[in-house]
């Protein structure tokens, strides 16, 4: 190994910007359970499923029907 690197003509990655963003947020128990289920089905990490429907709805542009009871 070196004990210097030159990255004077190094070039910034392209795919960078499309990189994921850890957050947290909060979801109900039940909701986890649900994706935790069908993960399991899939064969695939849930925080990646719970990730696919969220682009899926963003890229769709689906919105949420809210009605609240009187």
């Known amino acids: 190994m070196r004990d210097e ?16 963003k850890q957050i947290t947020i909060r979801v109900d128990e039940d909701a986890i359970d649900y994706f935790k289920t069908l993960s399991e089905e899939l064969g695939m990490p849930y925080q ?20 609240w009871k009187e």
């Open 5 to 20: 690197y030159d990255f004077s003509k190094g070039v910034k990655n392209p795919y960078a910007k499309k990189l994921k």
């Open 48 to 67: 990646s499923l719970i990730n696919l429907y969220l682009k899926d709805c963003a890229d769709k542009q689906r919105k949420l029907n809210l009605s």
